[in-house]
């Protein structure tokens, strides 16, 4: 069962290297404000997991750099996930604005989120 989670894993990756979308392009000013903006995005996930693909592919269409934190390998980041958000569960994007924490799981949820602050 663990085998094929990995050849299941690679696959993902691979799938969404090859199909990688592509980003829209900016306006130097536009780029700089949405660069701005996603400083206060991070995104904690599993690598090959694939609603966490699904979010790093929308984050990837709107020419976003988010913070990523590996929330499977690194324990201080899954500490950071139970603590914050309530449970170990990817995606999960903590989004700070004026000094407060809101923790969003649920991919679809993610996604509409970025397309309404970003596209
Ligand atoms: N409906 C969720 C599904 C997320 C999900 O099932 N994530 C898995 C990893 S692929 C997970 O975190 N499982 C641990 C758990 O549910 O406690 C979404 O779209 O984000």
Redesign the pocket.
């Known amino acids: 069962m663990k085998f094929i989670r990995i050849i299941l894993g690679k696959l993902i990756l691979l799938l969404n290297f090859v199909f990688r979308p592509s980003g829209v392009k900016r306006a130097p000013d536009a780029q700089q404000a949405a660069d701005e903006k996603a400083k206060d995005l991070t995104l904690y996930q ?1 690598e090959a ?3 966490c693909v699904k979010v790093r592919r929308e984050m990837k269409r709107q020419s976003i750099n988010v913070a990523l934190k590996d929330a499977k390998n690194d324990e201080v980041a899954r500490q950071e996930l139970l603590e914050g958000g309530g ?5 999960c994007l903590k989004i700070t604005k004026h000094g407060e924490e809101t923790w969003m ?4 949820d993610i996604v509409a989120y970025l397309q309404k602050e970003f596209a």
């Not at 799981?105 to 679809?108: M, P, R």
Request: hydrophobic residues 30%; charged residues 25%; proline residues 15%.
């Open positions: 599993f997991c694939p609603f449970r170990v569960k990817v995606p799981y649920e991919s679809s």
